[in-house]
């Protein structure tokens, strides 16, 4: 029998964006990632199951990397350490995976360095790494997150816990997030982006008053992104029309895609999930809430 875990780290995915709040909104979900930290003579990743079967176990591996990273900022040496990881998280599908392999990495590197950083130190160092703030932050925070990250100054809100259910829709390819933001236009006509501006603005502020109608209707206000990458999502405009037809407050793509997110009245989630799978089979639909925890760690409990 494997011996227990010095501590074990959980993350949750997350959503980014919600429409016009590009790069900056984050909300984490109740899909979560654990990785199992023990002693090991060598850096080692062993992940549970086929999801993430393709993914790097020696130390190119993200979450050592960020591990690496964290030990370097601080001048400080780490050992190595073997991690075992099981997900729920679907890969490479908009969910913030490579997120939530950031947030256990600063995780991990705090505990094993003894560093005691502050959450304001996390999403910083997440930040930085990610190269953009919003699904790092809301991963290490949890809840609903809003986030100024441009040239590495750093402000971060976090509203109130939102009372709504979500659906996702997942396809069943994935999008690497370079190749999605490739397809972005590397301006924007000032019209364009103070009408996305207003947009975001009202958009949160209906957010932060619970007012989930009016922000789902701004969700779909979205002209950062959403028009360029949506040719790459199957039946985009049909599911959107139906989305309304059952009663959802809104839909966006979730993240850079191609997974959809959908935002409904608490308690929803499970019915409307199961009539869009039917309409739409080519997506697998996942039926869940928000998280109102970013990361944590849970300790081997001391020796008696
Ligand atoms: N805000 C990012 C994007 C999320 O839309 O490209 C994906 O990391």
């Known amino acids: 029998m494997m011996e227990e875990p010095l501590f074990s780290v959980a993350v949750p995915a997350t959503t980014a964006n919600f429409g016009p709040g590009y790069d900056s909104v984050g909300m984490a979900l109740s899909l979560y990632m654990t990785v199992d930290v023990r002693e090991s003579v060598e850096w080692n990743v062993h992940y549970d199951g086929e999801e993430y079967a393709d993914l790097p176990t020696d130390d190119t591996n993200l979450i050592i990397r960020t591990i690496q990273d964290v030990a370097g900022r601080y001048g400080k ?34 505990e ?29 925070l949890g809840g609903v997150t809003v986030a100024y990250f441009v040239a590495d100054e750093l402000e971060v ?34 019209s364009v982006a103070s009408a996305g501006n207003a947009a975001s603005n009202v958009m949160l502020t209906a957010i932060a008053l619970g007012d989930w109608k009016l922000a789902g209707k701004m969700m779909e206000k979205d002209v950062f992104h959403e028009q360029y990458r949506k040719p790459l999502l199957n039946d985009f405009d049909h599911i959107r029309t139906a989305c309304h037809e059952m009663g959802a407050y809104g839909m966006t793509i979730s993240g850079a895609g191609p997974s959809i997110f959908v935002a409904v009245k608490e308690g929803t989630q499970e019915e409307i999930a ?6 739409f089979p080519h997506y697998k639909t996942i039926a869940i809430a928000p998280s109102p925890i970013g990361s944590t760690i849970k300790k081997k409990p001391a020796s008696q």
């Open 77 to 110: 040496e780490i050992q190595p350490h073997a991690l075992h990881i099981t997900s729920d998280i679907p890969l490479g599908k908009g969910l913030g995976s490579s997120a939530t392999a950031i947030a256990a990495g600063i995780e991990i590197a705090n």
């Open 112 to 140: 094993l360095l003894g560093l005691s950083l502050t959450p304001q130190e996390k999403v910083q160092i997440g930040s930085e790494n990610e190269g953009h703030a919003d699904n790092v932050v809301a991963a290490l």
């Open 157 to 190: 809100v976090q509203l109130p816990q939102p009372a709504i259910g979500v659906v996702i829709l997942v396809p069943p390819n994935v999008l690497k997030t370079t190749e999605s933001r490739g397809l972005l236009p590397r301006e924007l006509p000032h």
């Open 274 to 279: 199961k009539r869009l799978e039917t309409e």
